[in-house]
């Protein structure tokens, strides 16, 4: 509104003249309004130029500016500092970025406020499989946090809800279902150069036959035949109990060949 | 010559419902995104007075930055919506993934089923209205705000 007054005559802008005393409530509250149509700003330019718009991205930048307009200005007053205004500033624009900044953000600060234990976060391990923020943040979005659940959800719904390409998503599920199945041998598996489930398959089965796999009798990965017999154990009941059936039917040509594919 | 005629057919009528399907989307998609320009339109017109945008004052840059929302929602409607679907449909059919969905049915079959079922999950995720309603929302809060 003080813009707005400062604006008011067509054709005849009067020089912006401060006023002598602005409210400090009025000036927080404003930076984090601003920091959050900023934050929104940037947030639609990124999602445009990767494809990535969902209804859900406008729905969280319509609570995002309310939510976090409210919250900054709140803040700023357990914040005693020089840089108030920014910190409001900061706390808009990041709700807008990644609406779950601002619960955990109140998480913290309540706690450390009351002293009371609130019950702990449990981390995400998506990053062992993806090396990419937006990607775990789109799969957040879905409420998938975990490698365990990443592994086992529809791969047509991880394709529609991320804007990354097939491919690249067909190598961190591939990725996934080997941390999740061998977690105490990705190292050993990496000494051998396998980084992959199917390629891990691929070095275990014998043949491909119409609808069965011949597995091979003696296997040698990881040098150590105990461990090499356990994979190939594991391996094979993983197979066996069809519980990835269609997810190895996209992830690997030679499954889909063997189960789907109409015989040449 | 039967057998030929029959199956010629049955490419043809694939063909037109294909086509068919395109030409309703697209204009429903785009019919969306005009309806949405529209109200916008009107909004600013409807306050000229109250708050006008033109001459250049204040209230034309609260005008832009809140009508930012709906137009960026309009141009993806428009133009960009079905980049993601497409490419999934392209990469499906490359590698024959409609047979891990619909296994044991021809070909055709299998590959139009799996389209249909792709198309409808698509929709799912991405609802024409809720796009075009939530961009519309985000424009109103942002106006609100900025004028108060």
Not at chain 1, 66 to 90: C, E, K, R, V
Not at chain 1, 234 to 249: C, E, N, P, Q
Not at chain 2, 12 to 18: N, S, T
Request: glycine share 6%; aromatic share 14%.
């Amino acid at each position: 509104m003080f813009l707005a007054n400062q604006f008011a005559v067509p054709h005849e802008l009067k020089p912006l003249v401060l006023p002598t005393k602005i409210d400090g409530w009025v000036i927080t509250h404003g930076a984090s309004f601003l920091g959050g149509l900023s934050g929104a700003f940037v947030l639609i330019f990124k999602r445009y130029r990767t494809f990535d718009i969902y209804p859900s991205t406008y729905l969280q930048v319509a609570v995002a500016l309310m939510a976090g307009t409210f919250a900054g200005g709140f803040l700023t007053m357990i914040w005693s500092t020089p840089q108030t205004t920014f910190l409001a500033f900061a706390a808009g624009f990041l709700t807008s970025i990644n609406v779950n900044f601002l619960p955990r953000l109140l998480r913290q600060q309540f706690a450390k406020l009351t002293g009371a234990e609130l019950p702990p976060e449990i981390p995400t391990d998506l990053s062992l499989v993806i090396k990419n923020s937006e990607a775990i943040e789109s799969l957040n979005n879905i409420s998938l946090f975990s490698v365990a659940e990443f592994s086992k959800t529809e791969a047509i719904r991880i394709y529609l809800n991320m804007s990354q390409p097939v491919g690249v998503i067909n190598g961190w599920m591939d990725e996934a279902l080997l941390h999740y199945y061998f977690p105490t041998r990705i190292e050993a598996l990496r000494q051998a150069h396998i980084h992959r489930f199917t390629q891990l398959m691929e070095a275990l089965v014998d043949k491909y036959l119409g609808g069965t796999i011949t597995w091979r009798d003696n296997v040698r990965i990881s040098g150590d035949p105990v461990a090499d017999g356990d994979i190939l154990t594991s391996m094979k009941t993983i197979v066996a109990s069809r519980f990835h059936h269609r997810l190895l039917g996209f992830l690997s040509d030679n499954y889909r060949q063997a189960y789907f594919l109409p015989s040449p | 010559m039967e057998a030929l005629l029959t199956r010629g057919t049955a490419i043809v009528f694939d063909w037109i419902e294909q086509l068919t399907e395109q030409i309703k989307d697209f204009y429903y998609k785009s019919f969306v995104a005009y309806l949405m320009f529209g109200a916008c339109v009107l909004a600013v017109i409807g306050l000229q007075s109250d708050v006008p945008i033109w001459p250049l004052n204040y209230y034309s840059i609260v005008w832009t930055l809140a009508l930012f929302f709906p137009a960026s929602a309009g141009f993806y409607l428009i133009f960009n919506l079905r980049v993601r679907l497409n490419e999934i449909l392209d990469i499906a059919h490359r590698n024959q993934f409609h047979f891990v969905y619909y296994p044991g049915v021809p070909e055709k079959q299998s590959e139009r089923r799996f389209t249909s079922f792709l198309r409808q999950r698509f929709a799912e995720y991405f609802n024409l209205i809720e796009l075009a309603g939530f961009s519309l929302i985000a424009g109103i809060i942002a106006f609100c705000l900025l004028c108060s």
